[in-house]
Nanobody
Framework: QVQLVESGGGLVQAGGSLRLSCAASGGTFSSYGMGWFRQAPGKEREFVAGVSSTGINRHYADSVKGRFTISRDNAKNTLYLQMNSLKPEDTAVYYC????????????????????WGRGTQVTVSS
């Protein structure tokens, strides 16, 4: 069973930066596609960024393109999300997900595609 644990969230002023981490254990991290999603109160979980198992292919939601960077270190079984130029609308609980399917042609953006989830980390951006 794969376990994912997010960390790095917190309270930051608009324009600031945060780096989220997602530590994986109990599975073969290097074979999973990985994604970051977020969920604000009263809203559905939405795709933020995804990366292929090798780290070569990446995809971002339009709302974060140019501000967020997803990366992974397969030697450390860890996924990252560098978030710069944060905005109040980025406030949400951020979750990492693991996709155990064989490599796909495109990065999946639908939450139900992912098989494993962490418990999330809160990011709050004040104006």
């Amino acid at each position: 069973q794969v376990q994912l644990v997010e960390s790095g969230g917190g309270l930051v002023q608009a324009g600031g930066s945060l780096r989220l981490s997602c530590a994986a254990s109990g599975g073969t991290f290097s074979s999973y596609g990985m994604g970051w999603f977020r969920q604000a109160p009263g809203k559905e979980r939405e795709f933020v960024a995804g990366v292929s198992s090798t780290g070569i292919n990446r995809h971002y939601a339009d709302s974060v393109k140019g501000r967020f960077t997803i990366s992974r270190d397969n030697a450390k079984n860890t996924l990252y999300l560098q978030m710069n130029s944060l905005k109040p609308e980025d406030t949400a609980v951020y979750y990492c997900g693991a996709d155990r399917s064989p490599p796909r042609l495109t990065i999946p953006t639908v939450a139900s595609t992912y098989d494993y989830w962490g418990r999330g980390t809160q990011v709050t951006v004040s104006s």
